[in-house]
């Protein structure tokens, strides 16, 4: 029966990114150019999809993803943290580029496989914690990166980034529709207004959409990074599929949570890595090549890790 509840819960996942993967590597799709594809899932599909589900949740309910935000605010920072410090001293990354790997390392890849799989463990129920999950990546780690990378691309000109320049790349991280979208659902919920059902069933038809979409937008992705194993890769493999959620249990035993929430904040802990770094990479010119393998290894090997943290999570 456990088996079975976990085939159902990965083998879908794993399906359509392998399709997405595919369509990218046979060039079905444009892999290298997936601007229409991420702007449907990043700008539409996800947000319409988290903002329905947490402003469709009680107050109460949203009230208890406090703790989710702290634990998950705490872990993701950590791995941040500790990746971008290796990468400075141990593999000697320039500021930017160990900025970018931390983030992918730290920051897992809620929209695309977190969001099906919690919604497949837990029910619908499931979108509002990953909607948390993400507005808590989004707000704490994915603007350092945007500043580092900014920092960079201001040096390479000659110029000094100013203090205007670092609050317009916050501002660019922290007002994408995947980061408003859930804020504003929880802005909506703590205020006890409710979605009536013609919003939501507006929201609903295109968000609908959103897992599977951004499933084989991120197999699509990868299809399209060169794959290279190093020592580098397999540590960041580590790092994202084995020290964040173990991380993420040592944090639940610090900071007050119901076992519920803990179990949830655990198994979105071991979602694998994210594309944010890939996109990032791309766009300020850094290397995406080592991004991509990271993120290629931590897919792969989290189908194993996945498997493990839903049986001891959630057995029954």
């Known amino acids: 029966?456990?088996?079975?509840?976990?085939?159902?819960?990965?083998?879908?996942v794993f399906f359509v990114l392998l399709l997405g993967y595919t369509a990218g590597r046979f060039h079905v799709v444009d892999n290298l150019h997936v601007d229409a594809l991420n702007a449907l899932v990043m700008d539409f599909a996800v947000p319409a999809s988290l903002f329905a589900a947490t402003a469709s949740a009680s107050r109460s309910e949203m009230i208890e993803q406090v703790p989710l935000f702290l634990v998950l605010g705490i872990t993701m920072s950590l791995l941040y943290a500790a990746w971008y410090l290796a990468a400075r001293r141990l593999f000697k990354a320039s500021r930017p580029d160990a900025s970018i790997q931390a983030l992918t390392v730290g920051f897992p890849n809620l929209a695309g496989v977190g969001l099906p799989i919690l919604t497949s463990v837990a029910g619908q129920a499931g979108a509002v914690p990953v909607a948390v999950a993400l507005a808590t990546g989004s707000v704490l780690i994915?603007?350092?990166?945007?500043?580092?990378?900014?920092m960079d691309a201001a040096r390479a000109r000659g110029e000094e980034l100013a203090a205007r320049q670092m609050l317009t790349a916050v501002g660019r991280a922290i007002t994408k529709p995947v980061v408003l979208a859930p804020v504003f659902g929880i802005l909506f919920s703590v205020s006890d207004l409710s979605l009536n059902a013609l919003a939501h069933a507006c929201l609903g038809l295109i968000g609908s959409s959103a897992a599977g979409v951004a499933l084989f937008l991120t197999g699509a992705i990868l299809s399209a990074q060169s794959f290279r194993l190093n020592w580098k890769i397999a540590a960041a493999t580590v790092a994202a599929d084995m020290v964040r959620p173990l991380a993420a249990v040592a944090v639940t035993h610090v900071i007050p949570i119901a076992p519920d929430t803990a179990r949830t904040a655990i198994l979105l802990a071991a979602v694998p890595s994210g594309f944010f770094g890939i996109l990032f990479a791309v766009n300020y010119r850094l290397d995406s090549a080592a991004v991509g393998s990271m993120v290629i290894s931590s897919t792969g090997f989290s189908v194993a890790t996945i498997a493990v943290a839903i049986a001891v999570l959630f057995p029954h």
């Open 1 to 12: 029966m456990m088996s079975n509840a976990i085939l159902m819960a990965l083998v879908p």
């Open 142 to 150: 994915s603007p350092v990166t945007l500043i580092m990378a900014e």
